[in-house]
């Protein structure tokens, strides 16, 4: 994993590579052996949500308020993308949010669309707004999303909906010129914002020579098994394209190098990105093999929430509703958080 991976939309000589600074821990990543973890196989976000409350066991429970508070953190207190990490800042909990981009015009139209900029449909605005209402009483800190338009639709339209009523903000630091010209002079304008990061490295897996092409009659041409494979197995690229494997690689190690940071430093944070993308780092998150991702599928704009604490993923699953009760209870720095909302609207 020390392999830099340069940015294809600004050619070879990107003056951004990443290169891991950590250690990634995804088993699979690392190409050692996998830990089974059957509780998450043949998990369909989205649909099966509930399941997920069931196989584990546990239910929801009522509101508890108790005195334990959310991160307070100024995030725009630098203007870099890499200077947001204040380790200082430590807290026991942060809320992480994935949510796959809302229905594209290359969803409705069943074609391939990887790398290929395609804006939401009428039912993927839905979709969006829909997710920020299940999201709402969830505090939101940081933003990452694709540099592709369908995943930036989607935040936009979900923060809509946000209770806490800040308004999600670009940061464009792609030369000098973008960062001076995009400053904001009012620290409690700063306050009442959130830091809307965007990069590809958390686009859709890039699907070759499929791109633009009908799935179905692709299925019929090639074989469904064939397709299949290309879609669905975790090492097999589509003809010039990238594999699940090679997606990660890219998607995992930006998520562990900039956006981990941030929930180690108290930061909730939410990433609207594209179905390989999420599935490669629910993969690493849930220490699926790769036997087991290929049973893993979700569903266009239904949130997942998960809870990182003292350095481990807790998946709490899908907020079925701003009113539900169970979403609140999750842990009491999310309680806590729901009843300041309360509070501050009466
Ligand atoms: O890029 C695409 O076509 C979709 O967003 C994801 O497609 P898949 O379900 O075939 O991976």
Not at 231 to 255: H, K, T, W
């Amino acid at each position: 994993m020390d392999a830099a991976v340069c940015n294809p939309f600004l050619g070879t000589s990107s003056s951004r590579c990443y290169v891991s600074s950590r250690p990634c821990v995804c088993p699979d990543l690392r190409g050692s052996s996998m830990r089974l973890s059957s509780e998450f196989f043949k998990v369909e976000i989205g649909r099966s949500e509930r399941s997920l409350f069931q196989s584990s066991g546990k239910k929801p429970s009522p509101i508890i308020a108790l005195a334990s508070q959310t991160s307070v953190s100024d995030p725009f207190s630098t203007s870099s993308k890499n200077n947001y990490s204040d380790s200082s800042k430590k807290s026991n909990e942060a809320a992480l949010i994935l949510i796959r981009h809302g229905e594209s015009l290359w969803n409705e139209k069943n074609l391939f669309t990887g790398s290929v900029d395609v804006p939401l449909t009428k039912k993927g605005v839905e979709e969006a707004i829909e997710a920020g209402k299940r999201i709402s009483n969830i505090p939101v800190d940081m933003i990452y999303t694709s540099s592709l338009i369908r995943a930036q639709m989607t935040a936009m339209l979900a923060m809509t909906q946000h209770r806490q009523r800040k308004v999600p903000i670009i940061l464009h630091d792609e030369n000098e010129r973008a960062r001076t010209w995009s400053r904001i002079y009012s620290e409690e304008t700063k306050k009442q914002s959130i830091p809307v990061i965007t990069d590809w490295q958390l686009n859709e897996r890039m699907y070759g020579e499929l791109q633009g092409l009908n799935k179905q009659e692709t299925a019929e041409r090639y074989g469904k098994e064939q397709v299949h494979e290309w879609r669905r197995s975790y090492d097999i690229p589509p003809p010039n394209g990238e594999s699940l494997e090679m997606c990660a690689q890219r998607a995992v190690m930006y998520f562990r190098n900039e956006i981990e940071p941030q929930l180690f430093a108290g930061k909730n944070v939410m990433i609207a990105a594209h179905g390989n993308s999420l599935r490669s780092i629910i993969m690493c998150l849930d220490k699926l093999t790769s036997q087991e991702v290929i049973s893993l599928e979700l569903s266009t704009g239904i949130p997942l929430l998960y809870i990182f604490k003292e350095g481990r993923y807790v998946r709490r699953g899908s907020p079925v509703g701003p009113t539900e009760a169970g979403v609140y209870a999750y842990t009491r720095t999310l309680a806590q958080y729901r009843q300041n909302l309360d509070e501050m609207s009466y």
